[in-house]
């Protein structure tokens, strides 16, 4: 099956809204065998939506669209489909009533105006079922047998609906009987791209006739394995083996898999050391406790922590010495040792961290240029501080120091001390 992918918005033209619909549909899609040919992005006039489905249709008779389909005068999608079928629009009253009893239980008030809009569907077309959202999915299907798939572009909606109708509905019309196109990511960091490829050796670029792409970020390096032209359970088996064999060649580098996260992993680790865990921030903010009580189930670990931006909190809320702000500076080794250890003995826990660096875009020196972090990790047993030199702009070298301090705990958690 060959699917064409039109993604609708003005905020995405203009580059206010990144548009992550469309990579999510193409990977998803590939997963089932359906071959993503184009994918293109219209704004919302009515002419344009109907013109790159037209064309769309003309190549594979087989769009998916996301998008346009809410309560507003800009959300053309439907009417503008509607009318390339040579369809008109009327009012699904089930969906109506369905509509007015939503807003009658959730939010206690009478359905607005407005909203009736999303009641208003081509004729002959299947309504997809939207457990996620108000805004009905569109099938419309001609007698040649083109389709018109219509998807909310709310992503969390889009995804949703996806998942629960449209996959199944794809896979049981023929997608899912040929090759298909899956991948599997492992999750590296602390370790740069070049000296993973060394590490990889033979391995370097692919496994077993598997691919093997490096795509690095703010977090580390993923390595991505393709398995392209085979059917789903052949594809899977592969991909296993070569995931297997990436992890014996790399060991510790690789913390976790696909959407994981460095502090899911962390907690993890954590857990079953049954460890608790504080946190000491200056530059960042705040930014590495967040992580961490974004992981569920973070409570069983994580103590709390002190955002100590001003030396004054410093000294008053962690134990820093004064003396020792006077003579190495607040980006330091002996700043950041004083934090770690004030957190963990403060707060009570088993392993304190502290982050205190130059994050930029002002303050830097010679001796401490923008981008200097150091990191301070202290146990019951000994501590520990490392001294980083990170690139990118003052959100990304936030982040970067967050992760590094997430590595420096991983490591040293399994040996609880």
Request: charged content about 25%; some cysteine.
């Amino acid at each position: 099956m060959r699917v064409e992918i039109v993604t609708i918005g003005d905020e995405l033209l203009l580059g206010h809204t990144i548009d992550t619909n469309a990579a999510h549909l193409a990977r998803e899609l590939a997963a089932i065998g359906v071959e993503i040919v184009r994918r293109a992005t219209v704004g919302d006039a009515a002419d344009d939506i109907a013109a790159a489905v037209g064309d769309a249709l003309e190549r594979t008779a087989a769009v998916i669209t996301t998008g346009g389909l809410g309560p507003t005068a800009d959300d053309m999608t439907k009417p503008a489909i509607a009318r390339l079928f040579g369809r008109g629009m009327y009012l699904h009253e089930p969906h109506l009533e369905w509509l007015r009893e939503r807003w009658r239980t959730r939010f206690d008030r009478p359905l607005p105006k407005s909203n009736e809009q999303q009641a208003m569907v081509p004729e002959g077309s299947t309504l997809l079922r939207n457990d996620h959202g108000s805004a009905p999915g569109i099938w419309l299907e001609d007698e040649r047998g083109r389709w018109v798939a219509m998807l909310p572009g709310v992503p969390r909606e889009m995804r949703g609906m996806l998942a629960d109708v449209l996959l199944p509905r794809l896979a049981a019309r023929g997608g899912a009987r040929g090759a298909v196109v899956r991948s599997r990511a492992l999750r590296t960091t602390g370790i740069a791209e070049s000296a993973l490829a060394d590490a990889l050796g033979d391995l370097a670029s692919g496994v077993a006739g598997l691919p093997l792409a490096y795509l690095p970020g703010w977090e580390g390096v993923d390595l991505r394995l393709t398995a392209r032209g085979m059917r789903a359970e052949e594809a899977d088996a592969a991909l296993e083996r070569g995931a297997a064999a990436l992890r014996d060649r790399l060991g510790d580098w690789v913390y976790g898999e696909g959407p994981d996260d460095l502090a899911g992993a962390v907690i993890g680790r954590m857990r079953e050391a049954r460890a608790r865990l504080a946190v000491g921030e200056s530059c960042t903010g705040g930014m590495l406790g967040a992580r961490i009580t974004a992981v569920p189930g973070s409570s069983d670990v994580f103590v709390g922590g002190v955002i100590a931006y001003d030396d004054d909190v410093k000294v008053a809320q962690l134990g820093v010495h004064a003396e020792t702000l006077r003579a190495a500076g607040a980006v330091s080794e002996p700043v950041v040792r004083e934090m770690a250890r004030g957190t963990r003995e403060r707060l009570k826990a088993d392993f304190g961290v502290a982050i205190t660096g130059v994050a930029g875009p002002g303050g830097g020196t010679p001796e401490k240029p923008v981008g200097t972090v150091w990191i301070g990790l202290d146990g019951r047993a000994h501590g520990d501080a490392r001294r980083f030199n990170l690139i990118g702009d003052r959100d990304e070298i936030r982040r970067r120091a967050t992760q590094a301090a997430l590595e420096m705990l991983r490591r040293r958690v399994v040996r609880r001390g």
